[in-house]
C-alpha cells in the first residue's frame, strides 16, 4: 500500500499565481480530509469529503479556496490567487474508518 | 463549536514516563485519537479511544473519561525518538464525522 500521496512535495509560487495541489487517498478509504499546518494557528481542518461528497468546508478561509474529488482516487485543493499568508504545509489525509485517519507526507507552500 | 486544550510543551528524561492530558468541547463526541507528528513529518495515528477507560499499545497508552471531556496519552520508558509533537483530535459527528486537532504538545527527551 502505497498511502496517501500529495503532490507536489514543495511549491514556491509569486502572489496573485493559482497554486493547485493534489491528493490520492489510499484505496478503499471513503473519507478525506484537507489540513493546513502552520505555526500560529496549527493542524486545521479545511474540508472534509465522505464518499467524494463535500460534507464540511466550514474551514476553508475564503472563496480564493477550493476543492474538489471527482472521484474516489483523487481531490485538489486550489488557490486562486494565492496570497503571502497562504504559505503552510498542506495535508491530505483519508480514513475507512473514521477513527484512524492516514496523512500524506504535505505539501509545503510558500508564497512570495 | 469544537475546542481543544493540552500544554504546549512538555520536558522529560530518557527512561522516564510521561503524560499529556487533553481536555475537549464538542457539540457530537464521538471519539478522541492522538497523533504524533515528528519535526518535517506528517501527523501518524497512535492511539482511538471511543469508549471510557484504557488503551495500550506498547509503551504508549491512552485513556478516556467522557464524562470528565479528559483524556491522556502516557508515554513510558521514553526514547529520544519520542521527542516530537503530540496532538489529541477528537471524532466529532456534529458537521459529519470530521476530526479536529488540539494545537499539540511540543515534547522533549533529554538524556
Known amino acids: 500500500d502505497a498511502g496517501v500521496i500529495q503532490s507536489p512535495r514543495h511549491e514556491v509560487t509569486e502572489m496573485g499565481q493559482e497554486v493547485t495541489l493534489r491528493c490520492k487517498p489510499i484505496?478503499?478509504?471513503?473519507?478525506l480530509f484537507w489540513y493546513r499546518q502552520t505555526m500560529m494557528r496549527g493542524l486545521e481542518l479545511l474540508i472534509y469529503f465522505n464518499n467524494n461528497v463535500p460534507i464540511d468546508d466550514s474551514g476553508m478561509p475564503e472563496d480564493r479556496f477550493s476543492a474538489k474529488m471527482p472521484n474516489a482516487s483523487f481531490s485538489t485543493l486550489k488557490i486562486q490567487p494565492s496570497e503571502p499568508r497562504d504559505s503552510a504545509v498542506y495535508f491530505c489525509?483519508?480514513?475507512?474508518?473514521?477513527?484512524?485517519?492516514?496523512f500524506g507526507q504535505g505539501t509545503r507552500l510558500t508564497v512570495v | 463549536g469544537q475546542s481543544l486544550e493540552q500544554p504546549s510543551e512538555v520536558t522529560a528524561v530518557e527512561g522516564a514516563i510521561v503524560q499529556i492530558n487533553c481536555t475537549y468541547q464538542t457539540s457530537g463526541f464521538y471519539g478522541l485519537s492522538w497523533y504524533q507528528q515528528h519535526d518535517g513529518g506528517a501527523p501518524t495515528f497512535l492511539s482511538y479511544n471511543g469508549l471510557d477507560g484504557l488503551e495500550e499499545t506498547g509503551r504508549f497508552s491512552s485513556f478516556l473519561s467522557r464524562s470528565d471531556s479528559y483524556g491522556y496519552l502516557l508515554l513510558q520508558e521514553l526514547q529520544m525518538k519520542d521527542s516530537a509533537s503530540y496532538f489529541c483530535a477528537v471524532r466529532d459527528h456534529g458537521g459529519g464525522f470530521k476530526t479536529i486537532f488540539g494545537a499539540g504538545t511540543r515534547l522533549f527527551v533529554k538524556a
Open positions: 484505496s478503499g478509504h471513503n473519507s
Open positions: 489525509a483519508s480514513t475507512r474508518t473514521e477513527t484512524k485517519a492516514f
